[in-house]
């Protein structure tokens, strides 16, 4: 594993259409019980080479009821986004994450886990890729279908502050799905 994080951490494949270069991000270990897969590096977390080190990380942080000690073992919580790069700026926030990463990198890196127990899918990208026909009409039900997907995976919405408006309009977010992530959660840490 620790070869293979290497090799990826080096990776150029797409740098060519990064406005800001290669830095991908990602940690895992082959001991890892969780597995968080978002969506790609934002302008911070490309700064710091830390995932989810802004307050998108906080808010997921807040809702998995871990705190920043925890979320970055990579023993316990493995952190693979669709895209390792920030992909750049686009009309409504960043761009999609680059199509290259997930399928020249994450089976690889899902053989070297076998001890994840969960994987938290977080927004469309990551829920189109590893749920394809599985997922409901749009984001909103696939989430609020989360127990469809369960034992291995449980989908989110991003938590990104954009989002602060749908979670207000998706009060069942809050009520429902959070209290029993944070169940499953401490049941496996």
Known sequence: M????????????CEAQLPLGARPVLAASRNSKVLVIGQAPGTVV????????????????RWMGVDASLFYDPEVIG?????????????????PPRPECAPTWHSTIMEQMPD??????????????????????????????????????????????RNIRWQRRNPWFEEQVVPELKSRLSMII
């Not at 990551?126 to 469809?148: M, W």
Request: charged share 25%.
């Open 2 to 13: 620790k070869q293979l994080l290497e090799t990826i951490r080096e990776c150029k494949l």
């Open 46 to 61: 490309h700064a710091t080479g830390i995932p989810w080190n802004d307050a998108s990380g906080r808010e997921l942080r």
């Open 116 to 161: 994840v127990q969960l994987t938290l899918l977080i927004g469309q990208y990551a829920q189109r890729y590893y749920l394809g026909k599985e997922r409901k009409k749009n984001l909103t039900e696939t989430v609020r279908s989360f127990s469809d997907y369960l034992p291995e995976f449980f989908p989110l919405v991003h938590p990104s502050p």
């Open 79 to 95: 952190i693979v986004p669709m895209g390792f790069c920030y992909p750049g700026k686009g009309k409504g926030g960043d761009l």
